[in-house]
């Protein structure tokens, strides 16, 4: 058995990165950029207004109160043409051109309108008030949106400010899921008497999707060399190949010894975890393989820890997936055995905001319901001594994907 960060290190550092595509601004919400994104534009293009007011020279409203003469107006997505000269003023909306000889904004509040005149009669406009000037915000062939980057609503808000209308991206991994076993059935198909209802694969493609990448259920394959061996090669085009089940050292665990005849290398199996012990990685041809345990709540576990920083590895990604958390044990835990333990637990912030854990009493990997309602993971190093409760432990957050504001 092989510790979980040697793992995890052999898994990623044997991906490629996805090539990439072209997409339609639209269509690259929670993408990963491919290519550095410079602005194809300045913003704002020329000085505007902040405010609804009147645009003056700062010199004419030194001191007041003073009465202008108003030469005209001006609306947002239209222009003053002539000059603002001494003793003048154009009324001006707020995201409007600044006119020539303009250098400051008075707000409609300290004014009082009259026939053909406006009197400034409140508060201060020194040169540059309520002006924002061209390229406040950034200018044509700025780099603000660079490659890695798992692209937001903001993100996506911006680049349409910076008026760029298709973005390069990575494309989305194919990983295709193949369930193994007599014992499993579909939801909703008859179940017999010694058989349980499969949610590996709908639960490990919705990870898949939350990931980046692109699920393809290739179904159920019986504890057969031969419907297994022809069921696998669905995944051939696929970018990764995710099998659960059959990946232990039973009589009817068949991944490494079926498709192993078809050109399956392992790199390791077996882990030092629990849950998830059994699992491998290998290749068959070009194709990375991870095998994860059959068991709902290990195969999860092991999503979590393995597939889901494998597809951002390959998306090339910065985000950070299953970053430690400091956390404060609400109840004791007992001392760890030799495999690295990951515990389901509720996460809450206490007094002072402090993020608390309290692992569930049942941790059994067959009590898929725990995992369910589990907020993150009580990581437990081998041999780890007993822990009271108040004590400082390290957790990974269950929640998170590329989809965000």
């Not at 973005?167 to 899921?177: E, F, G, I, S």
């Not at 996460?347 to 067959?366: E, T, V």
């Amino acid at each position: 058995m092989i510790p979980v960060e040697d793992a995890l290190a052999r898994i990623t550092g044997a991906l490629r990165t996805m090539p990439a595509e072209q997409v339609p601004l639209a269509d690259s919400f929670g993408r990963v950029l491919a290519v550095d994104v410079a602005s194809r534009r300045t913003q704002p293009p020329l000085a505007v207004s902040a405010m609804d007011g009147y645009a003056v020279r700062a010199e004419d409203v030194a001191k007041i109160p003073v009465t202008l003469r108003l030469i005209g107006t001006v609306p947002a997505g239209q222009a003053y043409d002539g000059t603002v000269g001494a003793g003048e003023a154009v009324r001006i909306f707020t995201g409007a051109p600044v006119p020539h000889g303009a250098d400051a904004i008075v707000i409609q509040e300290n004014t009082e309108a009259a026939d053909g005149a406006v009197k400034v009669v409140d508060g201060m406009a020194p040169k540059g008030r309520y002006v924002r000037a061209a390229g406040l915000d950034f200018h044509a062939g700025d780099v603000l949106l660079r490659a890695g980057r798992v692209l937001t609503a903001r993100d996506i808000g911006l680049a349409a400010g910076m008026n760029v209308p298709w973005l390069m991206v990575r494309r989305r991994p194919r990983v295709a899921l193949l369930a193994t076993g007599d014992e499993i059935v579909m939801p909703g198909d008859p179940l017999g008497a010694n058989q349980i209802v499969s949610s590996n694969a709908l639960a490990l493609a919705c990870m898949i999707r939350a990931c980046g990448g692109e699920a393809i259920d290739l179904g159920i394959a019986p504890d057969s060399a031969d419907a297994l061996k022809a069921m696998a090669e669905g995944a051939r085009g696929a970018d990764m190949l995710v099998t659960t089940g059959g990946a232990s050292v039973g009589d009817h665990d068949l991944i490494r010894q079926v498709l192993g005849n078809i050109g399956l290398e392992v790199d390791f199996w077996k882990i030092a975890m629990r849950p998830g012990k059994p699992l491998i990685f290998g290749h068959i041809g070009d194709t990375p393989l991870l095998g994860l345990p059959g068991n709902p709540v290990s195969a999860l576990v092991c999503g979590t820890l393995f597939l889901r920083p494998a597809i951002m590895t390959m998306l090339g990604a910065d985000a950070e997936v299953n970053r430690p958390l400091d956390a404060v044990l609400v109840e004791g835990l007992p001392e760890n055995d030799e495999r690295q333990d990951y515990l389901r637990a509720t996460l809450s912030r206490g007094p002072g905001g402090i993020l608390q854990a309290a692992a569930f009493a049942k941790q059994d990997s067959s009590v898929f319901s725990g995992m369910a309602q589990a907020d993150g993971l009580v990581v437990r190093a081998p041999h780890a001594p007993p822990a009271k409760a108040g004590d400082t432990v390290t957790v990974i957050r269950l929640g998170g994907s590329l989809f965000s504001i």
